[in-house]
């Protein structure tokens, strides 16, 4: 497989970067991930629930780059919302960002309309947006999943969140070889990051939850401004989205097409670091 994607797949770029949609951008790395597009001079649609979030988004960002697009990815209608605003013109990157921890503790307090409710955030909101925007996305286009180490093992206490990030990470790898050639997916960890979800997990947590004294330790070590932007992430401590949104720049806008589909890319990888 990975020989036959090689071979259909284009080399650099095949299409100009004008355009992208992110997830989640109302706050934490969506955010950062717009900013740091709109910086490259793309145009970008932000998408999250939250208008005022919205606007402190593009209020941050300035310019004329950044539009709003109000809608929750998790429904159908949201979904609709986002491909109709989108209507007559032509996205070339789409970053499906937007995630919930969901659920957190042992199995004998989980539900099954919070499972639920983590799945239709986390699995179906990227792929069937990915679906609706299909026919829009120009021959190229590269869409990047925002994966986590939760996608390749699971962790204690965080059930609904590591399951449907593993079938995210199938999407990926799933579509990846049925688009080769045509569109371009990608997949991307940023480790642990000073964001409203990880704040979540200390401060919305009680000991139930078995992994809280590993993030507030984390969150505790972390020193404040967070690590240097293009910088390696902290071995102790939370990484920066600004940071992220570095890595992700260079992934969407710096490889060749081959790189940025072969596997799912780890911020803590060192082999890259120098590049970002």
């Given amino acids: 497989m990975k020989t036959l994607r090689r071979v259909l797949s284009m080399a650099a770029h095949a299409v100009a970067f004008e355009r992208a949609i992110v997830t989640g951008a109302g706050s934490g790395i969506g955010r950062a991930t717009a900013a740091a597009l709109c910086e490259r001079g793309i145009e970008v649609y932000g998408v999250g629930r939250r208008e005022g979030a919205l606007r402190e988004t593009a209020t941050r960002i300035g310019g004329d780059k950044f539009h709003a697009v109000v809608a929750d990815v998790a429904t159908p209608e949201g979904r609709g919302a986002i491909a109709d605003r989108l209507d007559g013109t032509t996205p070339t990157v789409v970053v499906h960002n937007a995630a919930t921890t969901g659920p957190l503790g042992p199995l004998d307090t989980l539900t099954l309309d919070g499972f ?128 992220v949104a570095r890595f992700f720049s260079f992934l969407l806008c710096d490889t060749n097409d081959d790189e940025f589909g072969e596997r799912d890319w780890d911020i803590r990888d060192a082999a890259h670091h120098g590049r970002w």
């Fill in 116 to 243: 639920r409710a983590t799945m239709a955030s986390n699995v179906e909101g990227p792929l069937f947006l990915t679906k609706a925007l299909m026919p829009k996305l120009a021959r190229g286009s590269r869409v990047l999943h925002v994966s986590t180490g939760g996608a390749h093992q699971g962790f204690d206490g965080m059930l609904s969140y590591c399951a449907s990030k593993a079938a995210l990470r199938s999407v990926y790898e799933s579509l990846r070889d049925e688009y080769a050639g045509r569109i371009i997916f990608g997949s991307a960890q940023p480790g642990v990051v000073a964001t409203e979800m990880m704040r979540g997990l200390v401060e919305d947590t009680d000991d139930s939850f078995a992994i809280r004294d590993y993030f507030t330790g984390l969150s505790e070590a972390t020193p404040a401004g967070g690590p240097t932007v293009g910088g390696p992430p902290p071995v102790d401590g939370l990484n920066s989205p600004e940071n």
